[in-house]
T-cell receptor
Framework: DGGITQSPKYLFRKEGQNVTLSCEQNLNHDAMYWYRQDPGQGLRLIYYSQIVNDFQKGDIAEGYSVSREKKESFPLTVTSAQKNPTAFYLC??????????????FGDGTRLSIL | SQQGEEDPQALSIQEGENATMNCSYKTSINNLQWYRQNSGRGLVHLILIRSNEREKHSGRLRVTLDTSKKSSSLLITASRAADTASYFCATEGGSEKLVFGKGMKLTVNP
C-alpha cells in the first residue's frame, strides 16, 4: 500500500543536540511538507518542497533545516537553535503542484520530547 | 499564521445524533478542506470544497461554504463512536500551502 512513513514514532533530544526526523513516501508525489503541532494550536508549516533539490521556508522555519535530495524523502533536522522543540511533527505530501485543489496525505507523526 | 477558526472548540454528543462544526476564515481562498485526526495519529482528508461550490456531500458528511461570510460548516449525520476525533478546517489560497485552524474535539458517546 502506498503511503507516508515517518520515523521514529517517539524521539528524545538532549540539550544542544541536533536530531533528524525521517519522512519517506512511496506515492510518487512531487510536493512534501513538514508541520509542527502543539496542543490547542493546530498545525503550523515549517518547510515545504515542491520539487527535488528545492525547498521553501514556512511560517516557523527558524531552528529547523531540511533537504530534498530524493523525490521520496524529505528529512527534517531539529537543530539546537530550536529552543522549544517539544511537539508532534507531521509530514504530508501532494501529487503535483501547482495544479491546486489537491488534498494532502499525512504520515502518522513523530513525537519529539526534551530529555 | 492561523486562518481557520473552528467553532465550537469541543462538542460531546450521543451516538446517532448529528454533529455540526463551523469554520471561519479571513482571506480569499481557492478551496477549503476538512481533516480528521484520531488521537496520536496523522490527519486524514475528509472533503475538499472549492470556492465556487456551495455544498458537497460524502457519505455521512455534508460541507457547506459561504464565501460572502467567509465560513464553512461540516455536518456529520448519525454519528458513531468511531467519529470521536479532532476535526480541522484548512484553507488553500492558491499557493498549494494549507493554513489550518486550531481544531475541534468531537466526542461521540455510545
Amino acid at each position: 500500500d502506498g503511503g507516508i512513513t515517518q520515523s521514529p514514532k517517539y524521539l528524545f533530544r538532549k540539550e544542544g543536540q541536533n536530531v533528524t526526523l525521517s519522512c519517506e513516501q512511496n506515492l510518487n508525489h512531487d510536493a512534501m511538507y513538514w508541520y509542527r503541532q502543539d496542543p490547542g494550536q493546530g498545525l503550523r508549516l515549517i518547510y515545504y518542497s515542491q520539487i527535488v533539490n528545492d525547498f521553501q521556508k514556512g511560517d516557523i522555519a527558524e531552528g529547523y533545516s531540511v533537504s530534498r535530495e530524493k523525490k521520496e524523502s524529505f528529512p527534517l533536522t531539529v537543530t539546537s537553535a530550536q529552543k522549544n522543540p517539544t511537539a508532534f511533527y507531521l509530514c504530508a505530501s501532494i501529487p503535483s503542484p501547482p495544479r491546486g485543489n489537491q488534498p494532502q496525505h499525512f504520515g502518522d507523526g513523530t513525537r519529539l520530547s526534551i530529555l | 499564521s492561523q486562518q481557520g477558526e473552528e467553532d465550537p472548540q469541543a462538542l460531546s454528543i450521543q451516538e446517532g445524533e448529528n454533529a455540526t462544526m463551523n469554520c471561519s476564515y479571513k482571506t480569499s481562498i481557492n478551496n477549503l478542506q476538512w481533516y480528521r485526526q484520531n488521537s496520536g495519529r496523522g490527519l486524514v482528508h475528509l472533503i475538499l470544497i472549492r470556492s465556487n461550490e456551495r455544498e458537497k456531500h460524502s457519505g455521512r458528511l455534508r460541507v457547506t461554504l459561504d464565501t460572502s461570510k467567509k465560513s464553512s460548516s461540516l455536518l456529520i449525520t448519525a454519528s458513531r463512536a468511531a467519529d470521536t476525533a479532532s476535526y480541522f478546517c484548512a484553507t488553500e489560497g492558491g499557493s498549494e500551502k494549507l493554513v489550518f485552524g486550531k481544531g475541534m474535539k468531537l466526542t461521540v458517546n455510545p
